[in-house]
């Protein structure tokens, strides 16, 4: 399940948080063309906003086994498995300070039991020493994870360390999970992850993927998660779409607030394939080599009260030097919007009150006219729609009349983006062209022969007639902006004018914001 971004068609305990708030300003403007946003949060007061340092300062677990916890110690190789494999259910482990380490086997992970509950005292780490594939694997629900440090495991690509099955109701909350090949984490349904340091991992901080069905009610709070993908998967496999600080696939309800997602290789935060109902808030979302966010063929989201800045430097400035004129942008929305016929707590996909400065461009929201249900275009496999049951049935003739014409397409539509401010200096972000842009837009429908989108129709709808609309915002700096198609580049007053009459109640200020 690959992203295909280009313009042309191809085949419940107490959350433990160490904040550090920003307050002043930081100049990069000295800095050479290539250099790489600084992992320090920025400060500028027009983006001030507190942030999770779990990674500098993680919560200590207690030094003392609680009482009728059972005691697992480090000199003895493969205690924490063994002794979870001879308890009940609804245990409690204490980890003793030190190095735990599993027998050698590559898959001698430890298999919880239901209601299991591992706590580390301070200093407790639990080291796959690049032997073991995983750390805690099975299907026991209701699992938690405390305290510990998880490291040093080598699980394959799409796979993660720990809840590698995708379990539901595990929590995970003060514990650093690094410098493990795979996903640090996978999700299951109910899942809570706070205050954790989800830190260079070789594929995810989290892949939040469940194989059999769809994942709900997850929380992701008050976490760090940075330099994810140290293993560069999108140069391995180009265009692979299987790279995040998180990845999110078919997740229905999602809460992601105030984490620090900063320095990842790639895109901070990736939702892909039929997630549905995420309420994206009061992030510090930073210093990305890619996008801040993608929202891909997926529904129904608000997105506000975040800080959103020196994202996409790395990805942006090289398709723009390769000559690629597409608006890449931090926010991107790809065949998503609000759908009224999904439950969620909307029906749309609300961007709002959030701070965007200087990034590489802003929001783009972009529709492929040729990826729809049983296409071959569609770069995320056999997936259909989240209105129509079988993908077998979006062919011809029914696919060219109502309901299938509209219903196999994932549609960006009822996007609401207002109340924002976005600042750009292309001093700091050292750039002249391609770095300042607002779209909305599809690509010429040509693929395949038998498709019922050819031609302009899917670029005429996104633009005029899906109800996607700017209002009200404030710009600071030389934004420009593309409509319809990217050979479409607009000043903020045709923006506003007929036919566009986009950001009703918007300013503009030409001087260079900082």
Request: contains cysteine; aromatic residues 6%; proline residues 7%.
């Given at each position: 399940m690959r992203i295909n971004r280009r313009h042309w068609a191809l085949a419940a305990a107490p959350l433990a948080l160490a904040l550090l708030?920003?307050?002043g300003c930081e100049s990069t403007s000295s800095a050479p063309a290539?250099?790489?946003?600084?992992?320090?949060?920025?400060?500028?007061?027009?983006?001030?906003?507190?942030?999770?340092?779990?990674?500098?300062?993680?919560?200590?677990g207690p030094a003392k086994a609680p009482a009728g916890a059972v005691t697992v110690d480090p000199a003895v190789v493969g205690d924490l498995a063994a002794k979870t494999k001879s308890s009940p259910p609804n245990t409690t482990f204490w980890l003793r300070p030190g190095k735990h380490r599993l027998d050698p086997d590559r898959y001698a992970q430890v298999i919880p039991k239901k209601g299991d509950h591992y706590l580390g005292a301070p200093g407790a780490v639990l080291d796959g020493r690049k032997k073991n594939q995983y750390a805690f694997t099975g299907t026991a629900p209701d699992v938690t994870i405390r305290y510990l440090t998880v490291q040093g495991f080598v699980a394959p690509q799409d796979e993660g360390v720990v809840n590698h099955d995708s379990a539901d109701g595990w929590v995970i909350e003060n514990s650093s999970i690094q410098n493990n090949s795979g996903a640090g984490l996978m999700a299951g349904a109910r899942q809570q992850v706070r205050a954790n340091c989800l830190r260079d991992n070789g594929q995810y901080g989290m892949n939040a993927y469940k194989g059999s069905g769809r994942i709900t009610g997850l929380v992701v709070e008050g976490n760090e998660i940075t330099g994810n993908n140290t293993g560069d998967w999108e140069r391995k496999r180009e265009g692979c779409g299987c790279t995040g600080g998180i990845k999110f696939w078919e997740v229905n309800g999602a809460e992601i607030s105030g984490n620090w997602v900063h320095d990842n290789r790639g895109t901070g935060l990736w939702a892909d394939t039929n997630n549905n109902d995420f309420r994206i808030e009061n992030n510090v979302i930073e210093a990305n080599?890619?996008?801040?966010?993608?929202y891909e063929t997926s529904y129904n989201a608000v997105i506000r009260d975040n800080t959103i800045r020196r994202n996409n430097w790395v990805e942006g400035r090289k398709a723009a030097d390769s000559g690629d004129n597409f608006p890449y942008a931090t926010v991107y929305l790809s065949e998503s919007g609000g759908e009224p016929r999904i439950k969620a707590r909307t029906d749309k996909i609300e961007i709002y009150r959030n701070v965007l400065e200087n990034n590489w461009s802003g929001i783009t929201l972009w529709e492929n006219a040729d990826r729809f249900c049983n296409s071959p275009a569609n770069t995320s496999s056999g997936d259909c729609t989240l209105l129509v049951k079988k993908t077998a049935s979006?062919?011809?003739?029914?696919i060219a009349k109502a309901p299938l014409y509209s219903d196999c397409r994932w549609k960006t539509q009822r996007v609401d983006i207002h109340g924002n401010r976005f600042?750009?200096?292309?001093?700091?972000v050292k750039c002249t062209e391609m770095c300042d842009r607002m779209a909305v837009l599809s690509n010429y429908g040509t693929y395949p022969d038998?498709?019922?989108?050819?031609?302009?129709?899917?670029?005429?709808?996104?633009?005029?007639?899906?109800?996607?609309?700017?209002?009200?915002?404030?710009?600071?700096g030389p934004w420009k902006f593309v409509a319809q198609d990217q050979s479409r580049v607009l000043d903020f007053g045709q923006w506003q004018a007929a036919p566009y009459l986009q950001d009703k109640g918007s300013t503009l200020d030409l001087q260079a914001g900082g």
């Open positions: 708030t920003a307050t290539t250099t790489k946003p600084t992992a320090a949060p920025s400060t500028s007061t027009s983006a001030a906003r507190s942030v999770a340092r779990v990674c500098a300062n993680p919560a200590a080599d890619g996008a801040a966010l993608i979006c062919a011809k003739p029914a600042v750009l200096d292309e001093s700091v038998w498709s019922p989108y050819k031609g302009e129709q899917v670029a005429d709808a996104i633009t005029e007639k899906q109800h996607n609309r700017w209002h009200d915002n404030a710009y600071v």
